[in-house]
Structures are given as structure tokens and as C-alpha cells.
């Protein structure tokens, strides 16, 4: 990823669409070079090119979301990679950073990635190095994520020393929540089995309240956001003896 690239989705994060007469004009380049960043990007699954330019994906396709913001949601995958060790097992449930954070985790030593969600596995198909064991359960077509009993009982029955949960929400009054009450159900479980709880989200969640509650912040141990959570979360979480990393 260059500076031009990150123009680009942020570019498209606006609008959701852009021709490449538009991305020549706005950044100074000849049109073969922006059809290099979009085949570029493309390859990375943060846009999909179509005739003409390039559009996002639909709103719940992780790919779309790993375009928004992407620079920002980088950061904060690199920081909660620092947190695992080589030879750990982790889980990683769903959502764009979690997606950036599995991209970390396999350059390091016989790290192990357990995940409920496709795409996430999906990433590392050409990657024969990779250790990725994915949950069996429902398919969700929309998030490409497996949810219900099944799910839950894989959980059950694997160990693993970390656990790292996408949130779509958080209030005071409401703790961590999501937009899904199927992956909802899915997270509180990982979180009731795991005594090491990762929440990585960018700071634009927090203020926001989504349909069904995931948990209390006194059920986590670290949040992993970036620089623009306000004081007043930081406080409130701390108070809860979470650990606050902001990158």
C-alpha cells in the first residue's frame, strides 16, 4: 500500500463508486498508473473493479469494509498482533480489522488461527504455510460467518489462549453490541470460554448502539482501538479494569 492507494479508498469510502477518468483527475496521474492501483487493490479484496473504475462491495462484505478507513484499521491489527505470541492458538471471530489482523498473524511463528468466519480463511487459500482451522456451523451468506449450535459446540471443544471480537457498537448503558443477533450469540459464547478477551474495533463504533449486546466491558480484558476514542470511554473501560491500547 502506497499513499495513492490509500487516497483511492478513501476516495471511494466517500462515494462507493469512481471512474477512473475521476481518480486521474484527482490525483494527478495518467490513467494506466490508476488502473495499476485498481487491479492492485482488487487483488488485495478492498474493492471490485468494474468497467470504467471500481465500486465497494455490499455493506456487510468484510471486503468493502477493509477499504474504509483502511490505514487506520492496519494500525490497530498490528498492535493486537503484538500481543500474540509464536506457537499460540487465538480465535478470531469476524469484522474488517480481524480480517487485517489474520494477514498479521500468519507471517508469525506456528501461530494458530482459529475463525468462524470464511472470508477471514478464505484470504489464505494460495498460502500453504498458513494454520487455519475454520468452525463448522450455518453458513450466513451476507457475513460469511457460521453461527448457531454447531458453532458453539466447536467452541467447546478446542482450546485456545486468545480470542479477538469485532463489535458493531458500544455505549455506557448497552456495553459491546453488534448488528447481528446470530454472530451476537456467537461472540458472548467465545467470550464465556476464553479468559483472554480482545476487542479490536476503530474508535467511530463507540457512541453507537447496535440492535443485541455482545457483553459488559467487565467481561473483556483489552480494547485496541485507535487515537480518536475519547477520554471519556478510555475512563469508563479502565474503570472496568479493561486495558485501553489506542495506535
Not at 473493479?49 to 456487510?60: F, Q
Not at 484499521?73 to 487485517?100: H, Q
Not at 463489535?167 to 479468559?195: L, N, P, V, W, Y
Request: hydrophobic fraction near 40%; charge should be positive.
Amino acid at each position: 500500500m502506497n499513499d495513492r492507494h490509500s487516497k483511492i479508498l478513501e476516495l471511494l469510502s466517500n462515494d462507493h463508486e469512481t471512474s477512473v477518468k475521476n481518480l486521474t483527475e484527482a490525483l494527478s496521474v495518467s490513467s494506466v498508473t490508476i488502473r495499476g492501483d485498481l487491479n492492485f487493490l482488487e487483488k488485495e479484496g478492498l474493492l471490485r473493479r468494474v468497467h470504467g473504475g471500481a465500486v465497494l462491495k455490499d455493506a456487510d462484505d468484510i471486503a468493502n469494509r477493509l477499504g474504509i478507513g483502511y490505514e487506520r484499521k492496519l494500525k490497530i491489527a498490528k498492535k493486537a498482533a503484538d500481543f500474540v505470541s509464536p506457537g499460540e492458538t487465538v480465535l478470531i471471530e469476524s469484522g474488517s480489522v480481524n480480517a487485517l489482523l489474520a494477514r498479521e498473524l500468519v507471517k508469525k511463528e506456528q501461530v494458530n488461527i482459529l475463525t468462524t468466519n470464511i472470508y477471514i480463511a478464505r484470504q489464505f487459500r494460495k498460502n500453504l504455510d498458513a494454520k487455519i482451522i475454520l468452525l463448522g456451523g450455518i453458513y450466513q451468506h451476507h457475513s460469511e460467518s457460521m453461527v448457531g449450535k454447531i458453532t458453539k459446540m466447536c467452541i467447546d471443544n478446542i482450546n485456545f489462549s486468545k480470542a479477538f471480537i469485532g463489535i458493531d457498537g458500544f455505549t455506557k448503558e448497552s456495553g459491546f453490541t453488534s448488528r447481528d443477533f446470530f454472530r451476537a450469540e456467537i461472540s458472548t459464547h467465545i467470550i464465556q470460554k476464553c479468559r483472554d478477551v480482545f476487542i479490536v474495533s476503530n474508535s467511530g463504533k463507540f457512541g453507537k448502539i447496535a440492535i443485541t449486546n455482545i457483553c459488559s466491558p467487565s467481561e473483556v480484558n483489552h480494547v485496541i482501538t485507535d487515537k480518536g476514542l475519547s477520554d471519556q470511554y478510555i475512563e469508563l473501560l479502565r474503570s472496568q479494569n479493561v486495558e485501553v491500547v489506542t495506535t
